[in-house]
């Protein structure tokens, strides 16, 4: 009876611990999956029949970073040339996980570079091979967008910055045209006239037309119903405003919850004021305006440093 009883403590420990590993399986892919999505469309490329992928440097790095070096990988079982095509059969594994699934891949030889054609069939078979974990899921399902759909977004993105910029352009030099009709005169929300520096102004409100492009649909022009914050600082590239993936994950690396911490204290100058209501902000999901990303990216800013200087004392 003894026996029996110990037997069935080593099975309920066994059964807890492949849940647990279940559980933080799960997870890690989920979070590989958020960096590869917070990184597009950069991560997105496009084979020769312009069918989407996330590119293989993306998917290291991601792995990499919640993995860890060495525990993750692939073995290649087969590469070699059929019918003028390379194919390759890999085994890929994760560290602490029996199952180990087998993909396929294949590369085209062009202008007789088959060694470019071996490479090919390797990465296509190792990306295969981990979507049996949920790697890459958006990838595998479709959901990425067209090539159509990020040159849409592209040329969204280059019209807004183009609009920004040419607005920061006017009010400059109107200020400045104002300044030397009434130097030492202040103008406009405070600023003060040109060439001296403009002090700090606070935000002002405009409606603002923006163009946001759904995964599933061509994008639409819209105009905000709330007014967004006034952001003065010029813009060189989309690059210069991080997506809201992206910060909701640096919020979770910083112990940060997004809806009750992050949305409140970043916005609380505009929110006050009655631009929009916090719950304006959090039930727009990820579709939120590209100035609210970059004041949401200084508050997160702020909040790192804020956390290094407190460990250095």
């Known amino acids: 009876m003894t026996q029996e009883l110990k037997t069935?403590?080593?099975?309920?420990?066994?059964?807890?611990?492949?849940?647990q590993l279940r559980a933080r399986l799960y997870s890690q892919v989920q979070e590989v999956n958020a960096r590869l999505e917070a990184a597009e469309?950069?991560?997105?490329?496009?084979d020769y029949n312009d069918k989407a992928g996330y590119k293989p440097q993306y998917i290291i790095d991601a792995m990499n970073e919640v993995f860890g070096l060495g525990n993750w990988g692939y073995n290649e079982?087969?590469?070699?040339l059929e019918d003028g095509v390379m194919v390759a059969k890999v085994e890929v594994w994760i560290a602490g996980i029996e199952y180990k699934p087998v993909g396929y891949g294949q590369g085209r030889v062009t202008k007789g570079d088959v060694g470019d054609a071996r490479k090919s069939a390797n990465t296509d078979a190792w990306k295969k091979g981990f979507s049996l974990f949920s790697?890459?899921?958006?990838?595998?399902?479709?959901?990425?967008?067209?090539?159509?759909?990020?040159?849409?977004?592209?040329?969204?993105?280059?019209?807004m910055i183009a609009e920004h910029n040419a607005r920061i352009k006017r009010e400059a030099a109107a200020a400045s045209s104002q300044g030397a009709r009434n130097p030492g005169e202040a103008v406009g929300n405070g600023a003060r006239p040109l060439p001296?520096?403009?002090?700090?102004?606070?935000?002002?409100?405009?409606?603002?037309?923006?163009?946001?492009?759904?995964?599933?649909?061509?994008?639409?022009?819209?105009?905000?119903?709330?007014?967004?914050?006034?952001?003065?600082?010029?813009?060189?590239?989309?690059?210069?405003?991080?997506?809201?993936?992206?910060l909701r994950l640096k919020a979770a690396e910083l112990n940060l919850d997004w809806?009750?911490?992050?949305?409140p204290e970043a916005l609380a100058v505009s929110i006050d004021k009655g631009k929009f209501t916090a719950k304006?902000?959090?039930?727009?999901?990820?579709e939120i305006h590209p100035l609210v990303c970059r004041a949401i990216a200084r508050y997160l800013l702020k909040q790192a440093l804020s956390k290094i200087e407190n460990k250095a004392s």
């Open 135 to 159: 790697i890459c899921a958006r990838a595998y399902r479709g959901d990425l967008p067209s090539k159509e759909e990020t040159k849409a977004r592209e040329a969204a993105a280059s019209r």
């Open 77 to 80: 079982l087969y590469n070699e």
């Open 259 to 263: 809806d009750t911490k992050v949305i």
């Open 280 to 286: 304006d902000i959090i039930a727009a999901g990820d």
């Open 8 to 19: 069935l403590e080593e099975t309920a420990r066994e059964a807890e611990m492949c849940k």
């Open 41 to 46: 469309p950069k991560s997105i490329t496009y």
């Open 196 to 246: 001296v520096k403009p002090a700090a102004s606070k935000p002002a409100t405009h409606p603002v037309e923006v163009t946001i492009v759904h995964d599933d649909k061509p994008a639409a022009p819209i105009v905000e119903t709330s007014s967004q914050p006034e952001d003065n600082t010029p813009i060189k590239n989309m690059e210069d405003i991080p997506s809201c993936s992206q």
